[in-house]
T-cell receptor
Framework: GAVVSQHPSRVICKSGTSVKIECRSL??????MFWYRQFPKQSLMLMAT?????????EQGVEKDKFLINHASLTLSTLTVTSAHPEDSSFYIC????????????????FGPGTRLTVT | AQKITQTQPGMFVQEKEAVTLDCTYD???????LFWYKQPSSGEMIFLIY????DQQNATEGRYSLNFQKARKSANLVISASQLGDSAMYFC????????????WGAGTKLIIKP
């Protein structure tokens, strides 16, 4: 099956620094990737939709200057948390849509294993 | 409005018993897909089962089955012969034709299997 990787799996950074999280589709091409944020014991919250070669579409309330998304290729999207603060500590998950999956079917999105960010 | 509702924040079930996790949905789109995901403490989202709105039969995948009641707009997940490893968060999600492939998520149900 299709595999999505995320790197790093865990990161601890100091307040004020920036952190980059990578999301890669390993064996398929992904025109669209989604970035989620998840607080403890809560559901996934969509932050933005990332399309290859174009600007990301951010959900309402998500600061695009703070959460920079770049989708430079069909297999890589990055999320950079700029000037991180403790309130940015969270679990970040990406998912990728398989370009070849067509309009229907179940296997449209594949999830990465997530990145746990702790800002001290 | 499109919405997924999971009314059970937590459930305790005895090992080997069957368990039903509730999910109701709301959409006016005639074409949609319903998903169940399992999220263990490690955090990864594990796809369990999918039901398309036009599927005539309830989806099944091993010990997982989806009780699809279209008129009631419900898509309950049934896990047969529960195992200790089934303890996790379970999320119901929906995709509609006009959602730009985004998934709409329920709040989740924390399932704990007791030995």
């Amino acid at each position: 099956g299709a595999v999505v990787s995320q790197h790093p799996s865990r990161v601890i950074c100091k307040s004020g620094t920036s952190v980059k999280i990578e999301c890669r589709s390993l064996d398929f091409q992904a025109t669209t990737m989604f970035w989620y944020r998840q607080f403890p014991k809560q559901s996934l919250m969509l932050m933005a939709t990332s399309n290859e070669g174009s600007k990301a579409t951010y959900e309402q309330g998500v600061e695009k200057d703070k959460f920079l998304i770049n989708h430079a290729s069909l297999t890589l999207s990055t999320l950079t948390v700029t000037s991180a603060h403790p309130e940015d500590s969270s679990f970040y998950i990406c998912s990728a849509r398989d370009l070849s999956s067509g309009e229907g079917g179940a296997w449209e999105q594949y999830f990465g294993p997530g990145t746990r960010l702790t800002v001290t | 409005a499109q919405k997924i509702t999971q009314t059970q924040p937590g459930m305790f079930v005895q090992e080997k018993e069957a368990v039903t996790l509730d999910c109701t949905y709301d959409t006016s789109d005639p074409s949609y897909g319903l998903f169940w995901y399992k999220q263990p403490s490690s955090g990864e989202m594990i796809f369990l089962i999918y039901q398309g709105s036009y599927d005539q039969q309830n989806a099944t995948e091993g010990r997982y089955s989806l009780n699809f009641q279209k008129a009631r707009k419900s898509a309950n997940l049934v896990i047969s012969a529960s195992q200790l490893g089934d303890s996790a968060m379970y999320f119901c999600a929906m995709r509609t034709m006009d959602s730009n492939y985004q998934l709409i998520w329920g709040a989740g149900t924390k399932l704990i299997i007791k030995p």
